[in-house]
C-alpha cells in the first residue's frame, strides 16, 4: 500500500492571465495558451469567460486568481469601455499594476505584424 510520505510533493502549478486585443491576436493567444499549458501550468483568459456575467467581473476575478499576467501588444488598442473610456486590454493592465501582480509584455515587432497582415491577405486570396 502507498503511503501518504512515499508520495512526491505536488508540484505548484501557476496560473497565468493572458490579456491581449482578441480578433488579431488569436493565433499569439493560441501559441501562449499552449506554451503555459506544456510546462504544467494554468492558462487564463478571456477563452475561459462565462456567458452572461458583468466582463469587468469576470476579468477582475481572474486577475485575482492568477499569478502572474501576460500582455501580448500588438498593432490595435481594441474594444473600448463604455464605462472607463478605456481599451479593455488597457483596463486589465492598470488593474494589474493596482494589485500589484507580477507581470510581462510580449510586444509583436512592426514588421511581425506587417508581415501577419500580408500572409493573411495572400491567404484570402487563395480562396
Not at 488579431?24 to 495558451?33: K, T
Not at 466582463?55 to 499576467?69: H, P, Y
Not at 463604455?82 to 500589484?100: H, S
Request: aromatic fraction near 12%.
Amino acid at each position: 500500500m502507498i503511503q501518504k510520505k512515499d508520495l512526491p510533493a505536488p508540484k505548484k502549478r501557476y496560473q497565468c492571465f493572458i490579456s491581449s486585443t482578441y480578433d488579431d491576436l488569436r493565433e499569439e493567444r493560441a501559441i501562449s495558451i499552449n506554451a503555459i499549458l506544456d510546462v504544467g501550468q494554468i492558462p487564463a483568459g478571456m477563452e475561459y469567460f462565462e456567458a452572461g456575467r458583468p466582463q469587468k467581473e469576470i476579468i477582475e476575478k481572474w486577475i485575482d486568481e492568477s499569478d502572474i499576467a501576460i500582455f501580448i501588444i500588438g498593432g490595435r488598442y481594441g474594444s473600448i469601455d463604455p464605462t472607463t473610456g478605456n481599451g479593455y486590454t488597457e483596463d486589465e493592465f492598470n488593474y494589474v499594476v493596482k494589485q500589484k501582480k507580477p507581470y510581462f509584455s510580449i510586444i509583436l515587432s512592426e514588421l511581425y505584424l506587417k508581415k501577419k497582415e500580408a500572409d493573411a491577405l495572400h491567404k484570402n486570396s487563395l480562396g
